[in-house]
């Protein structure tokens, strides 16, 4: 088994900033690769930002320019950089590493 545990998530202002982390634990040998997805209230679970192993990223149109993925294999923790922040982005944030999902972690963007 593997566990995930995102942070980083609470309530900022349209313009601001925030720095998602998701820490795997258990049967892992790297956090080579992964994905976070985001959920907003009413609507279907969308793909944001994914890394693969090889460290090619790719991006969800709606946060390219903004958001950056990025992982520390050292420390088995992906991230998920937010910058430039808008309501529209408010939603549940999940980290994704295969068949393993994390608990997810509340952003809420204020107007």
């Known amino acids: 088994q593997v566990q995930l545990v995102e942070s980083g998530g609470g309530l900022?202002?349209?313009?601001?900033?925030?720095r998602l982390s998701c820490a795997a634990s258990g049967?892992?040998?790297?956090?080579?690769?992964?994905?976070?997805?985001r959920q907003a209230p009413g609507k279907q679970r969308e793909l944001v930002a994914v890394i693969t192993s090889?460290?090619?990223t790719n991006y969800a149109d709606s946060v390219k320019g903004r958001f950056t993925i990025s992982r520390d294999n050292a420390k088995n923790t992906m991230y998920l950089?937010?910058?430039?922040?808008?309501?529209?982005?408010?939603?549940v944030y999940y980290c994704n590493h295969f068949d393993?999902?994390?608990?997810?972690?509340q952003v809420t963007v204020s107007s």
């Open 12 to 18: 900022v202002q349209a313009g601001g900033s925030l």
């Open 27 to 37: 049967r892992i040998f790297r956090f080579n690769a992964g994905s976070w997805y």
């Open 54 to 56: 090889g460290g090619s």
């Open 81 to 91: 950089q937010m910058n430039s922040l808008k309501p529209e982005d408010t939603a």
């Open 100 to 105: 393993f999902w994390g608990q997810g972690t």
